[in-house]
T-cell receptor, first 113, second 109 residues
Framework: ETGVTQTPRHLVMGMTNKKSLKCEQH?????MYWYKQSAKKPLELMFV???????ENNSVPSRFSPECPNSSHLFLHLHTLQPEDSALYLC????????????FGSGTRLTVV | DAKTTQPPSMDCAEGRAANLPCNHS???????VYWYRQIHSQGPQYIIH???NNETNEMASLIITEDRKSSTLILPHATLRDTAVYYC??????????FGAGTTVTVRA
């Protein structure tokens, strides 16, 4: 347990479904991040939140919609995904922007069928 | 464009030191060197970071050359549980960690 909890651990969804991934940290961190890791590819930064405000959207398609209601929680809402969106989605947090002691969760393994 | 270059894979013997090289010839003055590792199907784990001085913690040591164009991560006594992908990352100030392909380290008994 790293202090960053992601749920669910595994998710299978159809292309017409709507689902949400949840990330929670109680480390007192103020910055939270979503990363995507596709098979045999490096991790890709998707979104950055700093004190609940989105500060980075790395050209992510609109079928991925993040939400950060407070500094401890981060969601990734999914709708009308494609099979190529199947990947490991990782959440991370850090104490402040520029502090690189990122703590990652264990990820959600998403399969789109 | 990649900021770091790492060998794709390396083997090491259990109980021996593992020395993982990383080249970052275009590193700028305010950029740090970070090391993370990812054990299969888990999230990356922070190991260590440094600016220009050598660093040591309970997990590893980081040796940065004087010109800062390369560094070496040292796992002093590798165990089977150290088998993972190790990422060397150069970054500074913009709170973005960009992961490359890393080095797949296999520790053999």
């Amino acid at each position: 347990e790293t202090g960053v909890t992601q749920t669910p651990r595994h998710l299978v969804m159809g292309m017409t479904n709507k689902k949400s991934l949840k990330c929670e940290q109680h480390l007192g961190h103020n910055a939270m991040y979503w990363y995507k890791q596709s098979a045999k590819k490096p991790l890709e930064l998707m979104f950055v939140y700093n004190f609940k405000e989105q500060t980075e959207n790395n050209s992510v398609p609109s079928r991925f919609s993040p939400e950060c209601p407070n500094s401890s929680h981060l969601f990734l809402h999914l709708h009308t995904l494609q099979p190529e969106d199947s990947a490991l989605y990782l959440c991370a947090s850090s104490q402040e922007p520029g502090n690189y002691g990122y703590t990652f969760g264990s990820g959600t393994r998403l399969t789109v069928v | 464009d990649a900021k770091t270059t790492q060998p794709p894979s390396m083997d090491c013997a259990e109980g021996r030191a593992a020395n993982l090289p990383c080249n970052h010839s275009t590193i700028s003055g305010n950029e740090y060197v970070y090391w993370y590792r990812q054990i299969h199907s888990q999230g990356p784990q922070y190991i260590i970071h440094g600016l220009k001085n050598n660093e040591t913690n309970e997990m590893a040591s980081l040796i940065i050359t004087e010109d800062r164009k390369s560094s070496t991560l040292i796992l002093p006594h590798a165990t089977l549980r150290d088998t993972a992908v190790y990422y060397c990352i150069v970054s500074g100030g913009d709170y973005k960690l960009s992961f490359g392909a890393g080095t797949t380290v296999t520790v053999r008994a």
